[in-house]
């Protein structure tokens, strides 16, 4: 079904095409002079473990299309694990609610081993086609999920499918989270605006040039295909890197186990933690530890007389 006449966007009159730019808006920059340690460039490294959760989310319940998924926690994480602990890396883990339980222990085991546990939905629904008592609901039963699981109670999210509602951020803050890595507006943390006004909200942010998803993802019925060797991603990601050094930033990079995790691959991503940790000038951290030094930017908040 088309646009009518007066939803056609040629027709919006300025208020109208300024308030969809105003919603959520990048406001001030987060980078600060210097990350901790004296470190020239933060590197935060990140996993969606979506396992199932994503044929689970379409209806799709066959088993070839599920055990695409299972793979992730079978094989993927575990080389995972051994590989940040051989770095010496923390990473944050972005799990739905619903591979939480089905996979408690290697939820619990993010954890253990020092990792950070965040929320990435329920079931990785698709956030802009829910209602917002759905989404809001959804998001409050993901967190209290993990945190029964875990014994943390998740203090960031990234979206399922990286977008957002127009009631996604007001869930966000009255949840109580701290920040958010679902957008793309910059390359270093920035805070969120919410119709022009500062919200203290850390965005850590994401790009597909920093996902193994885009290069990787097979899809047998879709026109989804890997285009690329894995060794030419890995130029691309050390490219990023490397700018990123150069110029003080947040090197920020998302993973999926269940695509990353194969062999082949594996190797790619051992090379690049190995190119990073080359440096003493790196500060390795969570998306948790990266916003909590940033949110050193922002003003103290007024005092109500």
Same mark, same amino acid.
């Given at each position: ?34 990350? #901790?340690? +004296? =470190? &020239?460039?933060? @590197? !935060? ?58 996979? #408690?222990? +290697? =939820? &619990?085991?993010? @954890? !253990? ?193």
């Amino acid at each position: 079904m088309g646009l009518t006449a007066s939803e056609e966007p040629w027709r919006w009159d300025e208020a109208v095409w300024r308030g969809h730019l105003d919603l959520v808006r990048a406001g001030r920059s987060l980078k600060p002079a210097r990350w #901790p340690g +004296e =470190a &020239r460039v933060a @590197v !935060a490294v990140s996993f969606d473990s979506d396992h199932e959760t994503i044929p689970l989310r379409d209806g799709q319940t066959s088993p070839g299309q599920l055990a695409q998924g299972e793979y992730g926690a079978r094989a993927g994480v575990p080389r995972i694990l051994r590989m940040l602990e051989r770095h010496g890396i923390p990473a944050t883990f972005f799990m739905p609610a619903v591979s939480a339980l089905a996979h #408690p222990e +290697e =939820a &619990r085991a993010y @954890v !253990a081993a020092g990792h950070e546990i965040a929320a990435h939905g329920w079931i990785h629904e698709r956030t802009t086609l829910l209602p917002p008592a759905d989404e809001r609901a959804l998001t409050e039963r993901s967190l209290d999920t993990l945190e029964r699981i875990c014994g943390v109670r998740p203090v960031g999210i990234r979206t399922p499918s990286w977008d957002f509602s127009p009631s996604t951020l007001s869930i966000i803050r009255d949840l109580g989270l701290t920040y958010d890595s679902s957008l793309m507006a910059d390359d270093e943390p920035y805070e969120i605006l919410a119709g022009g006004e500062p919200t203290g909200l850390v965005e850590i942010p994401v790009d597909w040039i920093r996902d193994d998803a885009p290069y990787f993802v097979m899809d047998r019925f879709g026109s989804a295909r890997p285009y690329i060797a894995p060794r030419d991603v890995l130029e691309i990601w050390r490219d990023e890197f490397d700018l990123a050094r150069a110029e003080g930033g947040l090197f920020q990079l998302t993973l999926h186990p269940h695509v990353i995790g194969h062999r082949s691959r594996m190797r790619v991503l051992d090379a690049l933690l190995s190119h990073v940790t080359g440096y003493d000038d790196v500060w390795c951290a969570t998306h948790a530890q990266v916003a909590e030094v940033v949110r050193g930017s922002l003003p103290a908040p007024a005092i109500k007389g």
